[in-house]
Protein backbone atom coordinates (compact mmCIF):
# COMPACT_ATOMS: atom_id res chain seq x y z
CA UNK A 1 0.00 0.00 0.00
CA UNK A 2 1.85 3.20 -0.81
CA UNK A 3 1.56 6.28 1.41
CA UNK A 4 -1.27 8.24 -0.20
CA UNK A 5 -3.39 5.45 0.36
CA UNK A 6 -2.44 4.43 3.70
CA UNK A 7 -3.17 8.19 4.70
CA UNK A 8 -6.72 7.11 3.50
CA UNK A 9 -6.36 9.75 0.69
CA UNK A 10 -7.87 9.43 -2.73
CA UNK A 11 -8.13 11.42 -6.34
CA UNK A 12 -11.29 10.79 -8.58
CA UNK A 13 -9.24 11.11 -12.32
CA UNK A 14 -12.26 10.56 -13.97
CA UNK A 15 -13.76 14.03 -12.89
CA UNK A 16 -11.43 15.85 -14.78
CA UNK A 17 -11.80 17.62 -18.30
CA UNK A 18 -10.46 18.54 -21.00
CA UNK A 19 -12.25 21.87 -21.64
CA UNK A 20 -11.41 24.09 -23.04
CA UNK A 21 -9.17 22.15 -24.81
CA UNK A 22 -10.79 20.08 -27.92
CA UNK A 23 -13.00 16.97 -26.16
CA UNK A 24 -14.26 13.85 -27.95
CA UNK A 25 -14.82 10.45 -27.81
CA UNK A 26 -11.41 9.19 -28.08
CA UNK A 27 -9.41 12.09 -26.30
CA UNK A 28 -8.66 11.96 -22.62
CA UNK A 29 -7.74 14.04 -20.00
CA UNK A 30 -5.51 11.70 -17.92
CA UNK A 31 -3.68 8.54 -18.66
CA UNK A 32 -2.16 5.58 -17.41
CA UNK A 33 1.34 7.27 -16.97
CA UNK A 34 -0.42 9.86 -14.70
CA UNK A 35 -1.44 7.54 -12.45
CA UNK A 36 1.89 5.21 -12.49
CA UNK A 37 3.87 8.44 -12.31
CA UNK A 38 2.25 9.62 -8.75
CA UNK A 39 2.25 5.83 -8.03
CA UNK A 40 6.19 5.62 -8.24
CA UNK A 41 6.45 8.96 -6.40
CA UNK A 42 4.30 8.50 -3.64
CA UNK A 43 6.59 8.14 -0.86
CA UNK A 44 8.76 10.82 -1.76
CA UNK A 45 5.99 13.15 -2.76
CA UNK A 46 4.58 12.41 1.16
CA UNK A 47 8.02 12.75 2.29
CA UNK A 48 8.50 16.14 0.39
CA UNK A 49 8.53 19.76 2.27
CA UNK A 50 6.17 22.65 1.56
CA UNK A 51 6.75 24.52 -2.15
CA UNK A 52 9.48 21.80 -2.84
CA UNK A 53 7.27 20.10 -5.62
CA UNK A 54 7.25 21.09 -9.30
CA UNK A 55 5.16 19.49 -12.24
CA UNK A 56 6.10 19.77 -15.76
CA UNK A 57 4.12 18.64 -19.00
CA UNK A 58 0.95 17.77 -16.88
CA UNK A 59 -2.04 17.95 -19.80
CA UNK A 60 -5.29 18.69 -17.50
CA UNK A 61 -3.85 18.79 -14.08
CA UNK A 62 -4.17 15.05 -12.96
CA UNK A 63 -0.43 15.33 -11.92
CA UNK A 64 -0.83 18.27 -10.08
CA UNK A 65 -3.57 17.85 -8.62
CA UNK A 66 -3.29 14.16 -7.88
CA UNK A 67 -0.48 15.04 -5.81
CA UNK A 68 -2.17 17.85 -3.91
CA UNK A 69 -5.20 16.19 -3.31
CA UNK A 70 -3.35 12.48 -2.56
CA UNK A 71 -0.54 14.28 -0.44
CA UNK A 72 -2.07 17.35 0.71
CA UNK A 73 0.55 19.39 -0.66
CA UNK A 74 0.16 23.04 -1.00
CA UNK A 75 2.66 25.12 -2.99
CA UNK A 76 3.01 23.23 -6.24
CA UNK A 77 4.76 25.22 -9.39
CA UNK A 78 3.42 23.99 -12.48
CA UNK A 79 4.38 24.51 -16.02
CA UNK A 80 2.53 23.28 -18.77
CA UNK A 81 3.31 24.53 -22.17
CA UNK A 82 0.00 25.04 -23.75
CA UNK A 83 -2.29 27.49 -23.29
CA UNK A 84 -5.60 24.92 -23.12
CA UNK A 85 -3.93 22.64 -20.42
CA UNK A 86 -3.34 25.65 -18.09
CA UNK A 87 -6.79 26.74 -18.46
CA UNK A 88 -8.39 22.70 -17.92
CA UNK A 89 -5.81 22.66 -14.88
CA UNK A 90 -7.27 26.00 -13.24
CA UNK A 91 -11.09 24.58 -14.05
CA UNK A 92 -10.44 21.58 -12.82
CA UNK A 93 -8.87 22.58 -9.81
CA UNK A 94 -11.85 24.73 -9.24
CA UNK A 95 -14.14 21.81 -9.41
CA UNK A 96 -11.96 20.30 -6.74
CA UNK A 97 -11.60 22.95 -4.26
CA UNK A 98 -7.53 22.86 -4.70
CA UNK A 99 -7.31 25.97 -6.53
CA UNK A 100 -5.16 27.06 -3.66
CA UNK A 101 -2.54 24.07 -3.97
CA UNK A 102 -0.15 25.19 -7.22
CA UNK A 103 0.98 28.42 -8.57
CA UNK A 104 1.28 27.83 -12.79
CA UNK A 105 4.66 29.48 -14.10
CA UNK A 106 6.44 30.15 -17.32
CA UNK A 107 9.81 27.67 -17.84
CA UNK A 108 12.04 29.54 -15.78
CA UNK A 109 14.56 28.33 -13.49
CA UNK A 110 12.15 29.54 -10.57
CA UNK A 111 10.12 26.70 -12.01
CA UNK A 112 12.34 24.51 -10.35
CA UNK A 113 14.47 26.45 -8.04
CA UNK A 114 15.07 23.80 -4.94
CA UNK A 115 12.75 21.70 -5.58
CA UNK A 116 13.06 18.31 -3.91
CA UNK A 117 10.82 15.92 -6.39
CA UNK A 118 9.74 17.06 -10.03
CA UNK A 119 6.62 15.01 -11.71
CA UNK A 120 7.03 15.03 -15.59
CA UNK A 121 4.73 13.51 -18.21
CA UNK A 122 7.64 13.40 -20.94
CA UNK A 123 6.75 15.17 -24.26
CA UNK A 124 7.77 13.22 -27.23
CA UNK A 125 10.55 15.84 -28.69
CA UNK A 126 13.47 15.57 -27.58
CA UNK A 127 14.73 19.16 -27.89
CA UNK A 128 11.99 19.55 -25.30
CA UNK A 129 13.30 16.63 -23.20
CA UNK A 130 16.63 18.46 -23.36
CA UNK A 131 15.63 22.03 -22.15
CA UNK A 132 13.50 20.81 -19.27
CA UNK A 133 16.24 18.53 -18.43
CA UNK A 134 19.02 21.19 -18.39
CA UNK A 135 16.75 23.49 -16.37
CA UNK A 136 16.20 21.09 -13.03
CA UNK A 137 19.70 20.00 -13.58
CA UNK A 138 20.56 23.60 -13.02
CA UNK A 139 18.24 24.43 -10.77
CA UNK A 140 16.90 21.89 -8.45
CA UNK A 141 18.08 20.69 -5.53
CA UNK A 142 20.98 18.27 -5.82
CA UNK A 143 19.41 15.97 -4.20
CA UNK A 144 16.36 16.07 -6.77
CA UNK A 145 14.28 13.00 -7.81
CA UNK A 146 12.57 13.08 -11.09
CA UNK A 147 9.32 10.98 -11.37
CA UNK A 148 9.15 10.89 -15.22
CA UNK A 149 7.14 8.98 -17.42
CA UNK A 150 5.58 8.18 -21.10
CA UNK A 151 2.91 5.80 -23.27
CA UNK A 152 5.66 3.38 -24.23
CA UNK A 153 4.77 3.65 -27.67
CA UNK A 154 5.94 6.94 -27.50
CA UNK A 155 9.11 6.62 -25.77
CA UNK A 156 12.32 5.63 -27.32
CA UNK A 157 15.78 5.21 -26.20
CA UNK A 158 17.09 8.54 -27.34
CA UNK A 159 14.97 10.10 -24.58
CA UNK A 160 17.24 8.45 -21.60
CA UNK A 161 20.39 9.25 -23.74
CA UNK A 162 19.20 12.87 -23.41
CA UNK A 163 18.34 12.80 -19.91
CA UNK A 164 21.53 11.01 -19.08
CA UNK A 165 23.36 13.71 -20.42
CA UNK A 166 21.71 16.15 -17.26
CA UNK A 167 21.90 13.17 -14.51
CA UNK A 168 23.93 10.51 -13.80
CA UNK A 169 21.21 8.01 -12.61
CA UNK A 170 18.33 7.40 -14.90
CA UNK A 171 16.23 4.38 -14.25
CA UNK A 172 13.69 3.01 -16.35
CA UNK A 173 10.80 1.39 -14.01
CA UNK A 174 8.30 -1.83 -15.03
CA UNK A 175 5.74 -0.57 -17.45
CA UNK A 176 2.21 -0.67 -16.30
CA UNK A 177 -0.76 -0.14 -18.79
CA UNK A 178 1.14 0.73 -21.96
CA UNK A 179 3.04 3.36 -19.87
CA UNK A 180 6.87 3.47 -18.67
CA UNK A 181 8.23 5.47 -15.59
CA UNK A 182 11.76 7.02 -15.74
CA UNK A 183 13.33 7.54 -12.84
CA UNK A 184 16.41 10.50 -12.49
CA UNK A 185 18.47 11.26 -9.65
CA UNK A 186 21.95 12.98 -9.51
CA UNK A 187 21.78 15.84 -11.68
CA UNK A 188 24.95 16.82 -12.88
CA UNK A 189 25.84 20.89 -13.26
CA UNK A 190 25.44 22.00 -16.86
CA UNK A 191 25.68 25.72 -18.01
CA UNK A 192 22.89 27.68 -16.40
CA UNK A 193 22.69 29.25 -19.73
CA UNK A 194 21.11 26.31 -21.00
CA UNK A 195 21.40 26.67 -25.19
CA UNK A 196 18.27 27.52 -25.29
CA UNK A 197 16.14 29.30 -27.86
CA UNK A 198 18.31 27.65 -30.45
CA UNK A 199 18.51 30.32 -33.70
CA UNK A 200 19.65 29.03 -37.37
CA UNK A 201 19.94 31.08 -40.51
CA UNK A 202 17.50 30.41 -43.37
CA UNK A 203 20.06 32.13 -46.34
CA UNK A 204 16.65 31.73 -48.75
CA UNK A 205 14.68 33.61 -46.91
CA UNK A 206 17.38 36.12 -44.91
CA UNK A 207 15.64 34.96 -41.64
CA UNK A 208 16.66 33.54 -38.46
CA UNK A 209 14.37 31.24 -36.70
CA UNK A 210 14.97 30.96 -33.03
CA UNK A 211 13.24 28.14 -30.80
CA UNK A 212 12.88 26.43 -27.56
CA UNK A 213 12.59 23.19 -27.08
CA UNK A 214 8.46 22.48 -27.31
CA UNK A 215 8.34 24.56 -30.32
CA UNK A 216 6.89 22.99 -33.48
CA UNK A 217 9.80 22.52 -35.89
CA UNK A 218 12.47 23.90 -33.80
CA UNK A 219 14.54 26.44 -35.90
CA UNK A 220 13.06 24.39 -39.27
CA UNK A 221 10.84 26.32 -41.93
CA UNK A 222 7.66 23.81 -42.37
CA UNK A 223 7.97 22.67 -45.59
CA UNK A 224 4.05 23.71 -46.14
CA UNK A 225 4.69 26.69 -44.77
CA UNK A 226 7.64 27.47 -47.50
CA UNK A 227 5.07 26.94 -50.04
CA UNK A 228 2.21 29.43 -48.15
CA UNK A 229 5.01 32.03 -48.32
CA UNK A 230 5.06 31.77 -51.97
CA UNK A 231 1.90 33.64 -51.90
CA UNK A 232 2.89 36.39 -49.45
CA UNK A 233 2.62 39.43 -52.11
CA UNK A 234 -0.78 38.29 -52.68
CA UNK A 235 -2.05 38.55 -48.88
CA UNK A 236 -4.70 41.79 -49.09
CA UNK A 237 -2.24 44.31 -50.16
CA UNK A 238 -2.64 47.75 -48.26
CA UNK A 239 -3.74 45.88 -44.94
CA UNK A 240 -1.90 47.19 -41.76
CA UNK A 241 -2.46 44.87 -39.52
CA UNK A 242 -1.74 40.76 -39.68
CA UNK A 243 -2.06 37.93 -37.47
CA UNK A 244 -0.17 34.84 -37.72
CA UNK A 245 -2.38 31.95 -35.77
CA UNK A 246 0.05 29.21 -34.75
CA UNK A 247 2.83 31.16 -35.33
CA UNK A 248 4.93 28.53 -33.45
CA UNK A 249 8.79 29.45 -34.19
CA UNK A 250 7.35 32.64 -35.78
CA UNK A 251 8.64 31.93 -39.51
CA UNK A 252 5.53 33.53 -40.95
CA UNK A 253 5.25 36.78 -38.53
CA UNK A 254 8.99 37.21 -39.55
CA UNK A 255 8.49 36.96 -43.35
CA UNK A 256 5.55 38.85 -43.60
CA UNK A 257 6.90 41.99 -41.58
CA UNK A 258 10.03 41.95 -43.57
CA UNK A 259 8.64 42.20 -46.65
CA UNK A 260 5.82 44.51 -45.81
CA UNK A 261 7.55 47.29 -44.17
CA UNK A 262 4.27 49.12 -43.15
CA UNK A 263 2.91 46.25 -41.60
CA UNK A 264 2.40 45.43 -38.17
CA UNK A 265 1.87 42.04 -37.19
CA UNK A 266 0.06 40.51 -33.87
CA UNK A 267 1.96 36.61 -33.80
CA UNK A 268 -0.12 33.76 -31.31
CA UNK A 269 0.25 31.05 -30.45
CA UNK A 270 -1.29 28.52 -27.24
CA UNK A 271 2.50 27.18 -26.78
CA UNK A 272 4.64 29.22 -24.55
CA UNK A 273 7.47 27.82 -25.78
CA UNK A 274 5.66 29.39 -29.34
CA UNK A 275 5.18 32.63 -28.02
CA UNK A 276 8.90 32.93 -26.88
CA UNK A 277 10.06 31.27 -29.40
CA UNK A 278 8.75 34.05 -32.11
CA UNK A 279 9.50 37.07 -29.89
CA UNK A 280 13.23 35.86 -30.47
CA UNK A 281 13.02 35.31 -33.79
CA UNK A 282 11.81 38.95 -34.45
CA UNK A 283 14.37 39.90 -32.40
CA UNK A 284 16.98 38.40 -34.07
CA UNK A 285 15.80 40.10 -37.61
CA UNK A 286 15.38 43.20 -35.96
CA UNK A 287 11.64 43.31 -36.07
CA UNK A 288 10.71 43.65 -32.50
CA UNK A 289 9.38 46.40 -32.92
CA UNK A 290 6.94 45.04 -35.78
CA UNK A 291 6.03 41.71 -34.13
CA UNK A 292 3.73 41.38 -30.95
CA UNK A 293 3.92 37.52 -29.33
CA UNK A 294 0.93 36.75 -27.67
CA UNK A 295 0.15 33.50 -25.61
CA UNK A 296 -3.72 32.58 -26.30
CA UNK A 297 -6.26 30.34 -27.46
CA UNK A 298 -7.69 30.36 -30.49
CA UNK A 299 -7.63 34.14 -30.50
CA UNK A 300 -10.03 34.45 -27.73
CA UNK A 301 -8.68 37.77 -26.03
CA UNK A 302 -8.77 39.48 -29.68
CA UNK A 303 -11.92 41.62 -30.78
CA UNK A 304 -14.62 40.37 -33.07
CA UNK A 305 -14.19 41.95 -36.78
CA UNK A 306 -10.98 43.33 -36.02
CA UNK A 307 -8.19 41.99 -38.58
CA UNK A 308 -7.92 42.38 -42.02
CA UNK A 309 -5.51 39.60 -42.34
CA UNK A 310 -4.87 36.38 -41.20
CA UNK A 311 -2.57 33.82 -41.73
CA UNK A 312 -2.18 30.04 -40.67
CA UNK A 313 -0.82 26.58 -41.29
CA UNK A 314 -3.21 24.43 -38.61
CA UNK A 315 -2.28 22.21 -36.55
CA UNK A 316 -3.36 18.64 -37.44
CA UNK A 317 -2.28 17.09 -34.12
CA UNK A 318 -4.18 16.88 -30.68
CA UNK A 319 -1.14 16.22 -28.09
CA UNK A 320 -0.38 13.41 -29.51
CA UNK A 321 -3.88 12.32 -31.56
CA UNK A 322 -4.59 13.50 -35.04
CA UNK A 323 -7.17 15.05 -34.81
CA UNK A 324 -8.96 17.52 -37.55
CA UNK A 325 -10.96 19.36 -34.29
CA UNK A 326 -8.56 21.88 -33.83
CA UNK A 327 -8.65 23.22 -37.70
CA UNK A 328 -11.71 23.52 -37.30
CA UNK A 329 -11.39 25.44 -33.80
CA UNK A 330 -8.68 27.92 -35.15
CA UNK A 331 -10.72 28.84 -38.66
CA UNK A 332 -13.87 29.39 -35.88
CA UNK A 333 -11.76 31.53 -34.61
CA UNK A 334 -10.68 33.23 -37.22
CA UNK A 335 -14.18 34.02 -39.00
CA UNK A 336 -15.06 35.66 -35.60
CA UNK A 337 -11.81 38.01 -35.35
CA UNK A 338 -11.85 38.78 -39.23
CA UNK A 339 -13.47 42.29 -40.45
CA UNK A 340 -15.85 42.24 -43.18
CA UNK A 341 -13.79 41.71 -45.97
CA UNK A 342 -10.32 40.51 -44.36
CA UNK A 343 -8.39 37.16 -45.87
CA UNK A 344 -7.35 34.01 -44.09
CA UNK A 345 -4.91 32.44 -45.73
CA UNK A 346 -4.58 28.81 -44.76
CA UNK A 347 -2.00 25.95 -46.07
CA UNK A 348 -3.07 22.40 -45.67
CA UNK A 349 -1.88 19.18 -46.66
CA UNK A 350 -3.42 18.33 -49.96
CA UNK A 351 -5.42 14.94 -48.85
CA UNK A 352 -7.52 17.04 -46.11
CA UNK A 353 -10.17 18.51 -47.85
CA UNK A 354 -11.31 22.20 -46.10
CA UNK A 355 -12.20 24.14 -48.53
CA UNK A 356 -15.90 23.41 -47.80
CA UNK A 357 -15.66 23.95 -43.76
CA UNK A 358 -13.60 27.43 -44.85
CA UNK A 359 -16.12 28.13 -46.70
CA UNK A 360 -19.03 27.79 -44.69
CA UNK A 361 -17.46 28.70 -41.53
CA UNK A 362 -15.64 31.97 -43.06
CA UNK A 363 -17.04 33.20 -46.54
CA UNK A 364 -16.23 32.27 -50.01
CA UNK A 365 -12.67 30.50 -50.43
CA UNK A 366 -10.18 29.78 -53.46
CA UNK A 367 -7.43 27.82 -53.75
CA UNK A 368 -4.95 30.36 -54.78
CA UNK A 369 -2.67 26.99 -55.53
CA UNK A 370 -1.28 23.41 -55.07
CA UNK A 371 1.90 21.38 -54.86
CA UNK A 372 2.15 17.60 -55.34
CA UNK A 373 1.18 18.35 -51.30
CA UNK A 374 -0.13 20.98 -50.39
CA UNK A 375 -3.27 23.56 -51.00
CA UNK A 376 -3.10 27.19 -50.00
CA UNK A 377 -6.53 28.64 -50.00
CA UNK A 378 -7.67 32.37 -49.46
CA UNK A 379 -11.25 33.01 -47.92
CA UNK A 380 -12.83 36.70 -47.17
CA UNK A 381 -15.04 37.48 -44.64
CA UNK A 382 -18.15 38.37 -46.11
CA UNK A 383 -19.21 42.07 -45.96
C1 LIG B 1 1.50 23.49 -37.89
S1 LIG B 1 2.10 24.51 -36.59
C2 LIG B 1 2.56 25.95 -37.50
C3 LIG B 1 3.60 26.78 -36.80
C4 LIG B 1 4.16 27.96 -37.58
N1 LIG B 1 3.09 28.88 -37.97
C5 LIG B 1 4.90 27.51 -38.81
O1 LIG B 1 4.44 27.83 -39.87
O2 LIG B 1 5.93 26.84 -38.67
C6 LIG B 1 0.61 24.95 -35.75
C7 LIG B 1 0.75 25.81 -34.52
O3 LIG B 1 -0.57 26.02 -33.98
C8 LIG B 1 -0.43 26.12 -32.58
N2 LIG B 1 -1.73 25.90 -31.94
C9 LIG B 1 -2.32 24.71 -31.65
N3 LIG B 1 -3.49 24.92 -31.02
C10 LIG B 1 -3.64 26.26 -30.90
C11 LIG B 1 -4.65 27.08 -30.31
N4 LIG B 1 -5.72 26.54 -29.73
N5 LIG B 1 -4.48 28.42 -30.36
C12 LIG B 1 -3.38 28.97 -30.94
N6 LIG B 1 -2.39 28.22 -31.50
C13 LIG B 1 -2.52 26.89 -31.48
C14 LIG B 1 0.60 25.06 -32.25
O4 LIG B 1 1.16 25.30 -30.96
C15 LIG B 1 1.59 25.22 -33.39
O5 LIG B 1 2.62 26.10 -33.06
Known sequence: MDAAAAAGNTFDFGLLRRHPDIEAENLFAHDATDELILQEAAAALSAAGPGKVAVVGDRYGALTLGAASLHGLAGLRVHQDGLSGERALAANAERAGLGEAFTSMPLVPELFAGAEVVLWQLP???EEIAEVAGLIASHASPNVQVFAGGRVKHMALAMNKVLAEHFASVVPGRAWRKSRPLKATSPLQGDPASGFPKKEHHPELDLWLCAHGATFGGTKVDVGTRFLLEFLPEMRPGAATAIDLGCGNGTIAAALAKVRPALH???TDQSAAAVASTAATAQANGLAERIE???????AGFAGASAELIVLNPPF??????HAGIAHKLFAAAARVLAPGGELWCVYNRHLDYRGAL????G??????RN???TVTVSTKAL
Open 124 to 126: RGL
Open 265 to 267: VTA
Open 293 to 299: AVRDDAL
Open 317 to 322: HVGATV
Open 359 to 362: ESVV
Open 364 to 369: PTRVAG
Open 372 to 374: SKF
